[in-house]
């Protein structure tokens, strides 16, 4: 059982950064493939971004390609989405999500994970 909680949303102006945390429990969090998912108002939720448990294997979506960076620290089972250069159709709701998995995988499919947390909002003024 793996219970993830984010933070650090919040309001910005378009070109700022910010960066959200997701906190895992659980003594087993590197053994777990973690992604960043995102559902703006009014759309269906949307994969950003995953690591595999190493932190070395990523993916992410070409809408945050090249902004966005996807990290893990495995000693206090965080994972973190830094967000650069911030855009108005960045504003959603930031969820986490975790799956335990055999090798280093990453999965970008919602459906192919467990454990979600709460979401932090984002919203990106013009």
């Known amino acids: 059982q793996v219970q993830l909680v984010e933070s650090g949303g919040g309001l910005v102006q378009a070109g700022d950064s910010l960066r959200l945390s997701c906190a895992a429990s659980?003594?087993?969090?590197?053994?777990?493939?973690m992604g960043w998912f995102r559902q703006a108002p009014g759309k269906e939720r949307r994969f950003v971004a995953a690591?595999?448990?190493?932190?070395?294997?990523?993916y992410y979506a070409d809408s945050v390609k090249g902004r966005f960076t996807i990290s893990r620290d495995n000693a206090i089972n965080t994972v973190y989405l830094q967000m650069n250069s911030l855009k108005p159709e960045d504003t959603a709701v930031y969820y986490c999500?975790?799956?335990?998995?055999?090798?280093?995988?990453?999965?970008?499919?919602?459906?192919?994970?467990?454990?979600w947390g709460q979401g932090t909002q984002v919203t990106v003024s013009s």
């Open positions: 999500a975790a799956e335990r998995v055999l090798g280093d995988r990453v999965l970008i499919d919602q459906w192919s994970y467990e454990y």
């Open positions: 659980g003594r087993t969090f590197s053994s777990y493939a």
């Open positions: 690591t595999g448990w190493s932190g070395g294997n990523t």
